[in-house]
């Protein structure tokens, strides 16, 4: 098999000419914005109520200078990313399954990103050539997990030549995507595209990230039903963020229009604690009772699971009841 080209072009454009920001004080947010610059797309901004500060689209990409703030707990790698990694750029954290960071790029900045300090080497198609190596040594993996940044931020071109590689390993199973593409921009969602994911023999699996129910307008369904009917799973993960979704009304009616369109509403993910994004944070307690709720109101397919990720656990862990 030939090595995988090395062209990563990005396809997607990038207008960042919007109406201005709260907060757009630039000496506040100077420093900030070098370090995690802004990125809004152009979908996402015509669906921002530019008018209300308040609103739910805006607040998770308008950077605030509460994110210079130190807060106790809060750090650059939450997650415990760089100790998990058999090879730069792969990671091994749970059984069966081998996530591969392709890119450091997102169509979107989302201010809580648990990767947004994430100062690795930029991933290159050379760098996943050892990965692959890999992962093909590794007979217990039956997963391989499309990561990032944002996997769809790499060409249709050399994702069809990664996942032939891949297809061509006989112990990989699945391949499964993380991807916010589909909500935030869902003109990347084409024929192209459609066509490498689901080409192969490896069962495709797309997990997009979606928070509230205004990210799912027309043309966003309309991408996730072209997925679909090309017989792709689809699984959504939501973070719990404060000032965003986390209200009994904004989480039912997401999960209700993901299963209306045949999603599974997948995860509820309590924040991972990475410096900068403490202002979303959620208290447990709060996550909890917002849960219980869901599950008074929804029938349980509908019902996310309550999770957390902690460095060193074999699995994400629901939140109990009982936790602190
Ligand atoms: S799209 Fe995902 S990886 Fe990219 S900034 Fe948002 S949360 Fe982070």
């Not at 979107?108 to 040594?137: G, L």
Request: a positive charge; hydrophobic letters at 40%.
């Amino acid at each position: 098999m030939p090595p995988i080209a090395k062209e990563q072009a990005a396809p997607v454009q990038q207008k960042n000419n919007h109406p201005p920001l709260p907060h757009a004080d630039a000496s506040a947010l100077g420093q900030i914005l070098q370090r995690y610059p802004l990125r809004i797309p152009s979908h996402w901004q015509r669906r921002i109520d530019w008018h209300n500060p308040q609103d739910p689209l805006l607040r998770q990409v308008a950077p605030t200078p509460q994110e210079a703030e130190k807060v106790p707990g809060f750090c650059s790698d939450p997650l415990g990313e760089e100790q998990v990694q058999p090879i730069p750029g792969l990671l091994h954290k749970y059984a069966g399954r081998a996530l591969l960071l392709l890119t450091h790029s997102c169509p979107i900045h989302c201010r809580y990103c648990f990767r947004r300090h994430s100062n690795e080497a930029k991933p290159s198609p050379q760098s996943w050539q050892a990965a692959i190596d890999w992962i093909r040594q590794e007979s217990s993996v039956r997963e391989i997990i499309l990561s990032g940044g944002d996997p769809l931020m790499v060409s249709d071109r050399v994702l069809r030549e990664l996942t032939e590689q891949l297809a061509a390993i006989p112990h990989l199973q699945r391949l499964r995507l993380h991807s916010r593409m589909p909500v935030v921009t869902p003109k990347r969602i084409g024929n192209q595209m459609i066509q490498w994911l689901t080409g192969s023999r490896l069962a495709p699996i797309v997990v997009i990230h979606c928070n509230h129910v205004h990210e799912l307008d027309a043309a966003v369904l309309h991408a996730l039903r072209r997925l679909r009917q090309a017989g792709v799973l689809l699984l959504n993960q939501t973070v719990l963020l404060k000032g965003v979704n986390d209200s009994i009304e904004a989480l039912a009616q997401l999960c209700e229009m993901l299963i209306n369109h045949q999603i599974v509403p997948y995860y509820l993910h309590q924040l991972d604690p990475v410096a900068g994004a403490a202002h979303f944070q959620v208290p447990t307690v709060v996550a909890r009772q917002l849960w219980l709720q869901l599950q008074r109101r929804l029938p349980g397919y509908a019902v996310p699971r309550l999770v957390w990720e902690q460095p060193g656990y074999p699995s994400k862990r629901l939140i109990e009841l009982g936790e602190p």
